[in-house]
């Protein structure tokens, strides 16, 4: 039932931020009688779609939910209060809420109502389906995944900068998918000109054309006029920048719609916290080598998600993912944590968690 908690839960993805994505399931006698999800910030909690399902069914019920009930009032009134109005017998819950405004506190208001609670079911799997909601949270600034294609000679494109395609259809069409659950997309100046990236998610399945909001960081402004990233139809457009960069190519994408916002110091840290004050959760790295080596630096990639190709393009001046960490011996590099590696057709996806970074290891 958990389990169907997280899958109702994902249907939702990328539309909840600042909101988690929450899954309820409500059975009588083991029989499913209401189900449902939080669509969007805003919107009603998870359980309460579930309690509509389930109407006077809901009596004596048992209530799995991948998320603490709330009992605060925020956008919309306590779950908790509405499960006991409800007279449930049982609940469920994958994992304790960690928004200070719950923590704890739903559970405790439900016991106290004389209900049963069981706490930690399927406990991990509820934590990575919210591993930006709770960054979010407990650390005030969204979740970062670093993500890039390379071939088996670790390259990320030619010397001369061409990169359709290092991975294969099936990997590039995951990565689709992996947009369609993010909030933002962060890119730098290179990226804009050399790939000329969309950055969408091409409408992956018809119940998910969720597009994230794409961001440039760029300092020169020494952007190309023309670009698939201007087209804001679509998906928006924000630059970020600094200073006096280019005003012609300025006035000519704010024409077509894109935001431009100027920051004192445009760094990877700064871009983070005006997207946690848009209120993403979750931010997907697609730039290039010195960007990704900056935003690691300066701890804004939490996950590395490498997609491998069995290629090799060789070239002493390819770029690869990351540029330079400072760091001069095999020791200080980056391991990363629960790694897991799958294989796409004969591309491979490995991923793993990464460390925060000890001011000490790495030079900001
Ligand atoms: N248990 C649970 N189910 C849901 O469907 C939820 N969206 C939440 N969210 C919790 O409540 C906070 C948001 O409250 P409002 O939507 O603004 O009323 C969010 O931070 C979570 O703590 N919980
Ligand atoms: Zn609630």
Aim: aromatic content about 4%; overall charge neutral; glycine content about 10%.
């Amino acid at each position: 039932m958990m389990q169907r908690c997280i899958q109702l839960a994902r249907s939702a993805a990328g539309r909840t931020a600042p909101n988690p994505m929450v899954g309820c399931v409500i059975t009588q006698q083991g029989e499913i009688v209401g189900e449902g999800f939080h669509p969007k910030a805003g919107e009603p909690h998870a359980e309460v779609f579930a309690l509509r399902a389930a109407g006077t069914r809901a009596h004596g019920a048992t209530v799995y939910v991948s998320l603490e009930p709330c009992n605060h009032y925020g956008r919309t009134p306590p779950c908790a209060e509405a499960l006991i109005k409800a007279q449930v017998s049982r609940v469920v819950v994958g994992m304790v809420d960690p928004d200070p405004r719950v923590s704890g506190g739903g559970i405790a208001r439900l016991r106290e109502a004389g209900i049963e609670v069981i706490v930690g079911v399927e406990e991990a799997a509820c934590r990575q389906l919210n591993e930006g909601f709770i960054q979010r949270v407990l650390h005030q600034r969204p979740f970062g995944i670093l993500k890039y294609a390379m071939t088996l000679d670790g390259k990320i494109a030619t010397p001369q900068g061409h990169s359709a395609w290092v991975s294969n259809e099936a990997a590039r069409s995951q990565v689709h998918q992996l947009r369609s659950t993010c909030d933002a997309i962060i890119i730098g100046t290179h990226t804009v000109a050399r790939d000329n990236p969309s950055l969408t998610s091409h409408c992956v399945s018809q119940d998910n054309c969720h597009n994230p909001l794409r961001v440039v960081m760029s300092r020169s402004l020494q952007l190309p006029v023309e670009a698939q990233i201007w087209d804001v139809t679509h998906a928006p457009t924000l630059v970020l920048t600094q200073g006096n960069g280019n005003p012609q190519i300025l006035q000519q994408i704010q024409d077509q719609g894109v935001e431009v916002l100027p920051v004192d110091q445009l760094t990877p840290q700064v871009a983070m916290a005006e997207l946690y004050r848009r209120g993403c959760a979750t931010v997907l790295w697609e730039c290039g080598g010195t960007l990704a080596a900056a935003a690691i630096a300066q701890g804004m990639v939490q996950k590395v998600m490498a997609f491998i190709a069995p290629k090799v393009i060789g070239g002493v001046g390819a770029p690869s993912p990351v540029g330079n960490l400072g760091f001069s011996r095999m020791s200080q590099a980056l391991e990363l944590n629960q790694v897991t590696c799958e294989a796409i057709g004969t591309n491979f996806l490995i991923q793993g968690y990464l460390e925060p970074p000890k001011s000490d290891e790495i030079p900001r």
